[in-house]
């Protein structure tokens, strides 16, 4: 049986066989499961852009700085001028940021930089010590700008909490896509982001990911389902995975004996198929799934290590190293508009994926 999720949220347990417990997901972060460590859901409505790549909106009543409540339908986070969150530590985990509309422009401490969305994805392993800016550039000025993404953060095992950081980009054109009709002809579309799923393979995660090891079982899937179109995940490989759903677009979603509701996430048992029947909205489901990694956790803001001796450590580093310090002019930088989604890493390397962004 999978453990629960780990948050203190309203759940329900129920009497289905494969379907262990259900709990709300109506927040930005919901509640997750060794080897998860974190799961936020940002969907902004944003206004146009100005010549700052700003909203061209009021900012009076925000509070700047520390701007969650979506007012007006979209937030500032920790961006002053541009939205996003400019230049702040991690230590001992990964973040995998999946982007479905809009943009993220990154900057970090090893001097690395890119500029992705629209589908995309960037894998962060923090590792031993990184510093890194995620700014929401408004890229477009005569229409909104919708922003959505995904950031789950994965744990890493004791040996690998000190590794050298790393970020792989897995860009839209080589994640693959699969596409599959039900008895009736309606449409289930899953995005392999890890984890292998029909025959297809996904580009690999960084190379000290809890993710690269064969017996990790860690797959991330987003399956998008039409009106009562119906599909079948597959059984987990391992007898120790644990597999979580969160129903995050739809009116309901049937999983097996069980009905969820709109923004309701379940644990599920891994070891079975999964049959999946959107309702009359279609649905749209995250799927994570991983072999737990069983060891003790200690988290202060964004450190996550072993113990709290782990966690004086990366107080005590951060401050007399900044991990490696910051080569940028400012803390929230952001690329020019005229530039496409690229990645700069760390050792030179540069990958362009388009002469310019898309507006469209």
Known sequence: MAP?????????VTNDDVVIQTFS???????TVDPFLFCAHHDDAYPEGDERMAPVASLEGRDLGQDFVGKDGWRMYHG???????GHPHRGFE????VRHGYIDHSDSLGAAARFGRGDVQWLTAGGGIVHSEMFPLLDQDRPNPTELFQIWVNLPAEDKMVEPHFSMLWDEEVPRLRMPDAEGRIAEVTVIAGRLAGLTPPPPPPHSWASRADSDVAIWHVRLEAHATFELPPAAG???????????????RVAGTELGAHTGAAVEAG??????????????????????GEP???YGPFE???EAGIERAIRDYQETQFGGWPWPEDDPVHPRSKGRFARHADGSVEDRDPAPSTT
């Not at 002053?80 to 400019?86: C, K």
């Not at 973040?95 to 999946?98: A, E, M, N, P, W």
């Not at 079975?272 to 990694?293: D, H, K, N, S, Y």
């Open 297 to 299: 956790v200690a988290q």
């Open 239 to 253: 007898p120790e995975t644990v597999r979580v759903l969160y129903l995050f677009e739809g009116d309901s979603l």
């Open 4 to 12: 629960a999720p780990n948050d203190e949220r309203s759940a329900t």
């Open 305 to 307: 290590l072993n113990d």
């Open 80 to 86: 002053q001028v541009v939205p996003g969150f400019p």
């Open 95 to 98: 973040t995998v940021t999946y």
């Open 272 to 293: 079975v198929p999964l049959a999946l029947a959107a309702g009359a909205t279609g649905a749209e489901v995250l799927v994570l799934q991983g072999r737990p990694i």
């Open 25 to 31: 997901i109506d927040g930005l972060h919901w509640p």
